[in-house]
């Protein structure tokens, strides 16, 4: 078997000979380039099993090559070598492709575990991507435009890096996204999914959690605990509900995400981290920056790239499949056989608005499975709540394509509500906030995106 094969491109001598001699430890064939012209030169005379390329080159940069890399060569990884602390960088080459980054100067473990995963990735595709392909164990069901749309996306986020973060109403399956991310790519093979509800830890215990904690760093702390940056050593760490951190633990976990380093209550030392970290909030993120309840620097770093997951509402056509895979899986495990609905129940089931979504659907077929009798369901065992019940049948999937465009519809919706508030208080802002259950600065950064003025014969 032939030895891997990367591309250093770096104009620093010593960079480029401190890469090489580690990367040929490594038991990684290197060669070398000191600018663009050259890099490319090389990129069309051969295949490389992955790229280490520094932001700043004598006749361009580094996005030059990640552009050119996308569009003949996107099966290698491409890492970014940026300046110390420049995370604002670091991030623009996460966005135009970068597999990671790494800081100068450079951490010769960090380097060492990119460079693992790297060519973990470079070597699965051709062969995991044909195997891995929409199969009836995939945890993402529906063959509906929008879920294959988010089907598409993951697959593409499993080979990078770069922090996700998935948007979503509650129930809509922003967990399942995050495990399919990682079970698709190369930190499966390295390192365990890790899950954590923010909500649900104490304040005063999360720094604890996350980063772990010494022996009598405080009462009841009887023995040295692992946290789950560590625990999530070498796979991934799946922030929900990241906008419920308080703001003091906000600050730390950015530390932690720009420094690769988390130190543990009560060390005196930092422990190095190899996390990719995917975050998840039903919330509107926008908006909690703009109140101050989220910090912004935090939201960008974070923010990386977002994954929206539709409501169940939006692609309805799926049901049918969501039902029957419920069902199957209720059955196995209860041991019991699987039951059916009756036409009643089924139209009960697709006329439903489904407020908790594709969670909801479940809970929902659990109960009616519990108690059903002679194998059959009825709409008396779904107990579905009749204020959510809807008038319309099925949407066609023509009516679930008006989703795509939710962004605008929802703009306009909000526009109209906040203009309703401030001309029934005369344009009295800090009652028109009150009026709406708003702080007043979210209320004026609302106008200014929306791009709401008072009428001009106002004063």
């Known amino acids: 078997m032939s030895k891997p094969l990367a591309l250093i491109i770096d104009d620093e001598p010593d960079i480029r000979e401190l890469l090489e001699i580690t990367l040929g430890r490594m038991g990684v064939t290197t060669r070398a380039a000191a600018d663009v012209r050259t890099a490319l030169a090389e990129l069309e005379r051969q295949r490389f099993d992955l790229c280490l390329v520094d932001m700043r080159l004598p006749d361009g940069n ?17 890492a970014m070598i940026t300046a110390h602390g420049n995370m604002d960088t670091a991030i ?15 951490e010769l473990p960090v380097l060492r575990r990119l460079v693992e995963t790297a060519l973990r990735l470079s070597h699965r ?18 063959e509906s435009e929008a879920m294959r749309r988010v089907r598409a996306l993951t697959d593409k986020l499993a080979r990078s890096q770069a922090p996700v973060f998935i948007t979503g109403e509650s ?11 990682h079970e698709r790519s190369p930190r499966a093979a390295a390192g365990a999914f890790i899950a954590v509800n923010c909500g649900a830890i104490p304040a005063e215990l999360m720094e604890s959690e996350l980063f772990g904690h010494e022996k009598g760093a405080f009462t009841g702390a009887t023995a040295r605990k692992e946290g789950l940056f560590q625990a999530a050593s070498g796979g991934t760490l799946f922030l929900d509900e990241v906008a419920d951190l308080p703001l003091a633990m906000q600050v730390k976990l950015l530390r932690a995400i720009q420094e690769k380093r988390v130190r543990p209550v009560g060390a005196t ?4 981290i190899d996390v990719r970290l995917i975050s998840a909030t039903h919330k509107n993120m926008e908006e909690l920056v703009a109140s101050g309840q989220f910090r912004e620097d935090l939201y ?5 790239i977002e994954l929206a997951m539709p409501p169940l509402r939006a692609h309805r056509e799926d049901l049918p499949l969501l039902i029957e895979h419920f069902l199957a899986r209720i059955s196995h495990q209860t041991g019991t056989p699987q039951p059916h609905l009756s036409e009643a129940a089924l139209q009960a089931l697709q006329n439903y608005h489904y407020p908790g979504n594709v969670r909801e659907l479940e809970n929902i ?3 009616a499975c519990a108690l059903c009798e002679n194998g059959v369901i009825e709409v008396e065992d779904l107990g579905l709540n009749p204020g959510q019940q809807e008038s319309a049948p099925l949407a066609s999937p023509s009516e679930a394509d008006r989703f795509t465009d939710l962004e605008s519809e929802l703009a306009r919706v909000e526009r109209e509500i906040l203009y309703r508030a401030l001309e029934a208080t005369g344009w009295n802002r800090t009652a028109a906030a009150k009026r709406l259950g708003l702080t007043l600065r979210s209320l004026r950064y609302r106008m200014q995106k929306l791009g709401l003025e008072p009428p001009t014969n106002d004063t």
């Open 62 to 78: 580094g996005i030059d090559i990640l552009r050119y890399m996308a569009e003949h060569h996107s099966e290698t990884p491409v």
């Open 92 to 106: 623009e080459a996460l966005k135009a492709g970068a597999f990671d980054f790494v800081s100068k100067p450079v």
């Open 125 to 142: 595709d051709g062969t995991d991507a044909a195997n891995k392909s929409v199969t009836r164990d995939d945890p993402l069901i529906g």
């Open 171 to 181: 129930g809509s399956g922003k967990e399942v996204a995050a495990r399919r991310i």
């Open 269 to 272: 030392t930092e422990i190095p």
């Open 300 to 304: 960008f770093r974070i923010h990386v």
């Open 365 to 367: 077929l659990e109960r």
